[in-house]
Structure formats: C-alpha cells, structure tokens
C-alpha cells in the first residue's frame, strides 16, 4: 500500500530493551494509561492508545536506522512523531531530565549517518521539555534541552525523552512516572518555529528562552559543534526543522565574526534573528 493510502498519523513510543531507564518509563505508560494490545512488532508486544503506539526494540536505539519506515510497513500507519524513551549519562551526575533533536553535525560515532540531522519536532519536543519542568521541580531534576548529537537515522520527525545522569537515577520510578505522563498528555505547543545556535551541549539559553518565550525550537547546533561543521550543516538544520521561520543565537558563547558570518547565512536562508526581548513572554512551562 502507498503512503497516499496510509491512515491518520501516528505517533511511536519507542523503548529498548537494554536501556533500562526506557523500559521503566514504558512500564509506567501502560500502568497509567488505559492501552490495547495491538499487533506485536519484530515478535514484540506493541500497545496502541488514541494516536500512539508504543513498541520496544531489542537493539540499543542508536544501532537501528529506519525505525520509522519498519513501523509504517509494519503497521500501516503514516508516522507524524517517534520519541524514543531512554536514559541520560553525563559527567556531572546531576539528577536531569531531557530532550533532544538528533542527527550528527560532524561524525557518527553513536550511530546515525556522517553530517546528517534527523528531521526535528519542535513543537512536540519544546512542549515536552515545558511539562517536564513542572515535574523537574517536584523531583529535584535539572530539566534541560540538550544540543543536537547521536543516532540512529530516520527521516520522521524525531526526538529523545531522557532521565539521568546515573544508574541511580535510571531506576528512579517517579522520574520515569514523571516521564510517561508528560507525553500521555503531550500536545504541540502553538509558538513559532526556531533553530538554536551556539552554547554548550546543554544550551542554557535556548532551554531559558523556551520556558519563557513563545518559541518551539528544533534543531540546536552547539558552539563545538558548528566550529567543525561541515559546509551545508546549517542549510540543513533549517531544512529539517520544517516551519522554521526564527533563530535564536547565543551570542556570547561565539565569536564576532562568527555571528556575523551566520546572521549573513540566515539572512539568505530568509529566517529572521531573534533575540529574547524580542519575542512575547509565555511562562506557561507544564502542558499537563
């Protein structure tokens, strides 16, 4: 059956089997909601509530590419949205929850292809990272975008919903609880659309201005990441971040002649810049 025949879109939740911060959060979406089983997918029970579907994976999420063109075969669905359910790890060790776009703007050594973003999802994922606040503070979280890094490839809009940044926290029922109700409530939230430009893995800015602004931002290259980028990384972040009309730039995390060689590319690129005062105050930072 063509695409032209497919069905209303669908969203896939997507937990692997040896991220156990995924399962957990997988187990306590179906405790929470009131889910029917569907037709299993790879030989492994799948589970269909209004428009998502919730399925696991036996490889690791960034060893599998074309996830999502396995899923629309599989079960005849159009795929608006994947969110993978997954743990955090970071250095610090800082109880966090987070959301990301992915693709890799320089080479793919955790899966994925080579210079190559995964369409983005920023309405979805900005008003997930909004619900997540509001549970963030009751748990004692950090919540925090962080930039655009890792696997796997697809071309559906994409993002990961993550819970760290130890083994301690990746056990942690009520983060994972916190996890699933966000996105068993999750709706796109309504602000116009954004790349994000520079800072560090975490872009503070970009995830201050979320909270605060109307804005939805989809693809964020960090300052490390744009000072490797190959020739066409931030075409393509613009492209794959579909409805993007604004950029926002952490000016003080580039040099001059940066900015003013990436304002020049924007321009060209018809986004307009933005800076906070520019954009109309939203605390609303929960969408539950």
């Known amino acids: 059956m063509g695409p032209a025949c497919l069905p209303d879109r669908m969203r896939f939740l997507v937990a692997s089997e040896g991220d156990e911060a995924g399962v ?42 074309h996830l999502d063109r396995d899923l629309e075969s599989s079960f005849n669905e159009r795929v608006d949205l994947v969110v993978y359910l997954s743990k955090h790890r970071s250095e610090s060790g800082r109880p966090s929850l987070t959301v ?41 979280y950090e919540v925090t975008f962080e930039a655009t890094h890792h696997g796997p490839y697809l071309t559906s809009p994409t993002f990961f919903i993550e819970q760290g ?10 983060a994972s609880r916190a996890i699933a109700r966000v996105l068993l409530n999750l709706r796109p ?24 602004r109307r804005i939805a931002f989809g693809h964020l290259l960090a300052t490390y990441a744009l000072a490797k980028a190959s020739p066409g990384l931030l075409e393509q972040a613009v492209e794959r971040t579909e409805g ?7 000016r003080k995390a580039l040099s001059k002649p940066e900015v003013r060689d990436i304002e020049q590319r924007l321009e060209r690129l018809g986004l307009r810049i933005v800076r906070e005062a520019d954009l109309p105050s939203d605390r609303e930072d929960e969408t539950s």
Request: no cysteine; hydrophobic share 40%.
């Open 189 to 212: 939230l309504n602000a116009p659309i954004a790349i994000g430009l520079g800072g560090g893995h975490y872009v503070p800015r970009h995830t201050d201005v979320a909270l605060r």
């Open 165 to 174: 940044s130890t083994a301690r926290e990746w056990v942690d029922r009520e």
């Open 244 to 250: 993007a009309t604004l950029a926002y730039l952490h």
């Open 24 to 65: 957990h959060q997988q187990e306590e979406l179906l405790g929470l909601g009131s889910w029917t089983r569907d037709e299993p997918f790879g030989g492994r029970a799948a589970w269909r509530l209004r428009d998502m579907i919730l399925v696991t994976i036996p490889e690791l999420h960034l060893d599998r590419d």
């Open 100 to 140: 990301h776009p992915i693709g890799n703007p320089g080479p793919a050594e955790f899966g994925g292809q080579p210079e190559t973003l995964v369409p983005s999802a920023p309405r979805w994922m900005t008003a997930a990272l909004r619900g997540l606040r509001h549970a963030g503070r009751a748990l004692g």
